[in-house]
């Protein structure tokens, strides 16, 4: 009997961590895809699905300042997808691009929150050479919440290391003043 109680212990104990890991295996997914749907939607200048990753009170921190809540995010960005639409010449049948590009997703999830690092870069084929460069690089440190069974952005600090936010160190990145 004994032996049969621990048996069946160690069978729950596996059971319930291969739960566990399935279940932080699909909110890193899901993390993941939101993460390259805001992406995607900013490049193409489709702000619904841009918001559709934002939690109603998010917080946008960026090279432009502070956006609080939605709506003056929706009015930042979409004055930031404009520029990018405004700049096709008349009668144009091509246009060049730009492309966000995320990687190194680093995701830790604490039941219905998770915070994430994430490396970005931007390149471009908009060059008097007409091949592609780099133009931008830095990292995102966000915040999320799941509502409704889904993971949305509550903060997200979009640190460029190429403009003005650029910084010595960033402790969100484990980095420390090199001085010291």
Request: charged share 20%.
């Amino acid at each position: 009997m004994k032996h049969a109680l621990l048996s069946l212990g160690a069978v729950l104990i596996c059971t319930m961590s291969a739960t566990t890991w399935a279940g932080y295996a699909d909110d890193r997914a899901e993390i993941e895809n939101l993460s390259n749907r805001y992406m995607i939607a900013v490049d193409s200048g489709d702000m619904d699905s841009v918001m559709a990753t934002w939690a109603v009170g998010g917080v946008l921190v960026w090279a432009n300042g502070e956006e609080r809540g939605k709506d003056a995010i929706r009015k930042a960005m979409t004055g930031f997808s404009q520029a990018r639409a405004s700049s096709i010449p008349k009668g144009a049948t091509s246009w060049p691009r730009s492309r966000h590009l995320i990687t190194n997703h680093v995701i830790d999830v604490q039941g219905n929150t998770a915070k994430t690092l994430v490396y970005w870069f931007e390149i471009t084929n908009n060059t008097p050479q007409k091949d592609v460069q780099l133009v931008y690089f830095g990292h995102y440190e966000d915040q999320l919440v799941r509502q409704n069974g889904h993971w949305l952005f509550t903060m997200r600090k979009v640190y460029n290391e190429s403009l003005s936010n650029r910084l010595l160190f960033y402790p969100g990145l484990g980095e420390k003043d090199p001085r010291k």
